[in-house]
């Protein structure tokens, strides 16, 4: 037997590191090749890892909610090899992790390398989607199969030590079979442990026993049962963790405190809104907009059978209105001194889903129907609030709508998304008194409030898209007439 140790690979967009989310496979098991062995999370998405090879698990080189180094290896196995071979860790290789994500990639060989010859960097890059090769050493690319989350499985604890985890019996403990039977999806499987909850003590209150949100929650904040004392803590003890989860008791009626590490996408979205904030230098115009006309085509469409929504009528006016103001659709780009004025509209939708401010992207956006951007702007809030979005449907946005009139807001002063020169916020619809022919009428009226990068984009210019876009939502005909 051979050890063979699998590193961090490298997941694209010029990460140097991500987050371990959780185990599917404890020491002791034996596992196929491909079989999905953890789930990891990206500042974009969370990322399903597959076994390089097939073996035994010898020993788990890093817990759930661990953030290690790309190249750091994260889990050893025990292969078939000649005697006396030990193949060493290596990460796979960046151009092979692109085209993986990328959805399609060729397969690498999972067999192990003669004795003389050393094992290439190149073959042991595995990802999901890639197999074993031919037995000429190469096979015929492949579809990879998109990230989608595997039955949740238990959570492994730190290890104690390579020879220790070696050890361990590969029988699964009772602890660890009723995490298992437990369903709850991978996010809430995140909370209990950072929350330091165990799901198996918890009763779920969704459908068939599914464990929720709330549930974790409720049981993070219950009164624990009282526990022998513990002795005094020695004078050079090393402080606490920074990056433990900690909570206080809760007073006056209020939640117990609760301290979450920063991490993952909440890190990346502060990071990005940092940036973004002391980069570009944010201008805001706003317009209150008369769409009771817009409000009632959506209706009429929809009572038709059509696919309509009021969002998917603003996303085409957005992208008519980028054509007569191209600024606003463009990159700087500051290494290259050159301002990019885009040919295509991909148009970022913000969605708060349950991992934190997601914002996917519909492709080509100018190109579509209203009944198309309807269709494509509800598959990707579904799959983001599924937690199933990848890193490919959350990047190459040129411009971004936020639709914070859900959360019943009049209106905002929205930041960039880092790169782009525009984001339109739209703010709820509501019945008001209103100027309307002549007379005060009760109207459906709405406020779009537009952030823009003063770099690229003058006032002006900012200020007749927006005109542009108020103009086609009072008269949604003007939409219709230039599709």
Known sequence: MAIREFAMPDLGEGLTESELVEWHISVGDTVT????????????AVVQLPSPVAGVVAELCASPGETVTVGAPIVRFEVEAPAGSVVPAAAPSAASVAAASAGSAASVSAAEPAASAPAAPERQAVLVGYGPAAASGRAPARKARKGAFAPAAP????????????????????????RERTLATPPVRKLAHTLGVDLASISGSGPHGLVTRDDVQHAASAPSAPSAPEPPASTNAAPE??????????????????????????KATAQAMVDSAFTAPHASVFLTVDVTRTMKLVRRLSEAGERASLLAVISKAVCLALAAQPALNAHWDDEAGEIVEWGHVNLGIAVAAPRGLMVPVVEHAHAKTVGELTEAIGALARTARAGELTPQQLTGGTVTISNVGVFGIDAGTPILVPGQSAILATGAVQRRPWEHRGKIRLRDV????????????DGEQGARFLADVGRMLADPATVLGRV
């Open 33 to 44: 090749l491909n079989q999905t062995i953890a789930d990891v999370e990206t500042a974009k």
């Open 155 to 178: 959570s492994i604890p730190s290890r104690a030590g390579s020879a220790s985890s070696a050890g361990s019996a590969s029988e699964p403990s009772a602890a660890s079979v009723a």
């Open 241 to 266: 963790s920074a990056t433990a989860a900690r909570t206080a008791p809760a007073s006056a009626g209020y939640p117990a405190e609760r301290r979450t590490p920063i991490r993952g996408v909440r």
């Open 446 to 457: 709405m406020t779009l409030s537009l952030s823009f990068d003063h770099r690229l984009v």
